[in-house]
């Protein structure tokens, strides 16, 4: 079993960056697709981005191009999200995920979760 505990978000004004921060634990994580998604109110939940544990190779929605990158340190068993440049529409519960043997875009593929952190972008 894969637990996840989500770190970093906060309250940023537009134009702010943040760093998210998903550590795991229970298992080794070779192997694994770890996933960033977020939703906000009324929202269905989005992906944003995942990577592959074992290469490192990231996939990256179309909608978080240019302004979020995520990257995963081994040592720490931990996943980041880094956003710059965030704007207001950026407001959502972030929540990282994990799912053995690859990485896909919909949250259905993804059965171990975090308890999400909340992100919210002032104007």
């Known amino acids: 079993q894969v637990q996840l505990v989500e770190s970093g978000g906060g309250l940023v004004q537009a134009g702010g960056s943040l760093r998210l921060a998903c550590a795991a634990s229970?298992?080794?994580?070779?192997?694994?697709?770890m996933a960033w998604f977020r939703q906000a109110p009324g929202k269905d939940r989005e992906f944003l981005g995942a990577i592959n544990w074992s290469n490192g190779t990231p996939l990256y929605a179309d909608t978080a191009k240019g302004r979020f990158t995520i990257s995963r340190d081994n040592a720490k068993n931990t996943v980041y999200l880094d956003m710059i440049n965030l704007k207001p529409e950026d407001t959502a519960g972030y929540y990282c995920a994990a799912a053995y043997g690859g990485i896909w875009t919909r949250s259905s593929a993804y059965p171990h979760w975090g308890q999400g952190t909340q992100v919210t972008v002032s104007s």
């Open positions: 229970g298992r080794t994580l070779f192997n694994y697709g």
